[in-house]
């Protein structure tokens, strides 16, 4: 049996690599294969998705797979998915993807952190500060700090019923509140804008335009 | 058995002391008996309000160190029987209290005493750990400036860890004219910040700063509005429903009262 299936889409290459054999023998083969592949000069870049099936690998095993393809000339690896995860990195992504509801007010001085999205009902006070690996919701009064997307998800965002917040900050995006007294607006929206790269605010209507998938499961999960 | 009410803000010079000693006396007023406890030691303030500096022979940290029974540091109030003050230590340093020993005290007093007010020091610190080890209740003092909501929010989110019923709030010193032009946070603005329940407003009167300085609190004067205030904020604390003043002599704006502190069987 062929340890490696190859398939052109329209988006490039999809290797289906077998699932029961050794890793170095899947490896190898892997070498083989692509080496076989005649490729032209002038041939455009090439994006190949790999497909792992049930076979579960290290991020080392995976860079060695990605070596591989990448040492052909042409060949840029997009993804390379596995059916299969790691208990702990179940349990990250379900943390990290679950809803954290928190009921009280925010106050001066205090600081509230959540893995994954945090719906806070209540205020969060000048001076108080929430942070959250996904998105932040706030059901009240935002006139503090809020921080999205810790660990780095630029794609979260930051909602409130009344937004008149010290600072956003969505990733290591930082934005802050004008220096002259403003008030404040409702039922809006902070994200990055991507052109831009940089923090915009927007109604809620238009941003759940931009962001439809706001709170689908496999959000991040696609997203690594 | 009575019960311990703390007075703080965190930010200093916004009239803790004040609210203490007006409290106290029109507690006393409506004859209550009452025990005022002044915990900023090294800054003892209490008893001068009071007029009653000269009287001062022994002290809360005299009382900690069991150099002299708690009554014996007790003064008894030159207007009112009932009234009685835990003065303040000026020379020593707050390291010489523990919350601990403050609770002690508290308890003995709430035995005596209808309402045992303690006056907490400024700031965040050991001071303010002292004052609030055995308190049931607490007041959150503010004026209608930023930075003393922003201090008072900080001491509420502290407070809030403790073993404290939800604190309630007096807004002092307030300019009625400056409120209405925007340039001061307004009562209802300062109440949705800090979101607890609001005990009285007092206005910015000079007759306070007179009657402190001439050791008299203003409470005991009918004739002025400050005085009002601080006798209404007695009555709520005893439980009945006392509208808010009106600042202005318009219709009241200010609705928000509604039955604070309940009474206690
Ligand atoms: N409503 C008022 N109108 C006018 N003056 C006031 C009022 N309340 C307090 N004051 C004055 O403000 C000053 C500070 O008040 P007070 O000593 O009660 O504050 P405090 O919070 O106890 O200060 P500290 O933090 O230093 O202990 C005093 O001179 C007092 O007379
Ligand atoms: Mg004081």
Known sequence: MQKIMIKGTRDGLTLRLDDQCGFDELLQELEEKLSM?????????????????????????????????RDRQKLVVDRIDSEVITKQEALNWKEN???????????????????????????????????????????????????????????????????????????????RSPDYDSEGVYMECGYVDEQEGKIRMDTLQQVTKKRPDLVSFERRMLNG | MGEAIVVTSGKGGVGKTTTTANLGTALALQDKKVCLIDTDIGLRNL??????????????????????????????????????????????????????AIQAIVEELKQDYDYVVIDCPAGIEQGYKNAVAGADKAIVVTTPEKSSVRDADRIIGLLEQEDIESPKLVINRIRNHMMKNGDMLDVDEIVSILSIDLLGIIIDDDSVLKAANSGEPVAMKPDSKASLAYRNIARRILGEAVPLQNLDEEKGVFTKVKRFFGIRS
């Open chain 1, 37 to 69: 592949n005649g490729i032209e000069e002038d041939d455009p870049m090439v994006r190949v998705s790999v497909q792992l099936g049930k076979r579960y690998v290290t991020d080392e095993q995976k860079e060695q797979i990605s070596k591989v393809i």
């Open chain 2, 47 to 100: 008893d001068v309000v009071m007029g009653l500096e000269n009287r001062i022979i022994y002290d809360i940290v005299d009382v900690v160190k069991e150099r002299c029974k708690t009554k014996q540091a007790l003064i008894t109030d030159k207007r009112f029987d009932c009234l009685h003050v835990l003065p303040a230590a000026q020379t020593s340093d707050k390291s010489e209290v523990t919350p601990e």
């Open chain 1, 97 to 175: 993807t679950d809803l954290t509801p928190i009921v009280r007010t925010i106050r001066s001085g205090q600081v509230v952190h959540v893995k994954g999205d945090m719906l806070l009902i209540g205020d969060v006070n000048p001076g108080g500060q929430v942070s959250a690996t996904g998105h932040i919701f706030v059901l009240g009064k935002l006139r503090g700090i809020a921080h999205s997307g810790m660990d780095g998800d630029e794609g979260t965002v930051i909602a409130a019923s009344y937004m008149q917040p010290s600072q956003l900050r969505i990733s290591d995006q930082v934005s």
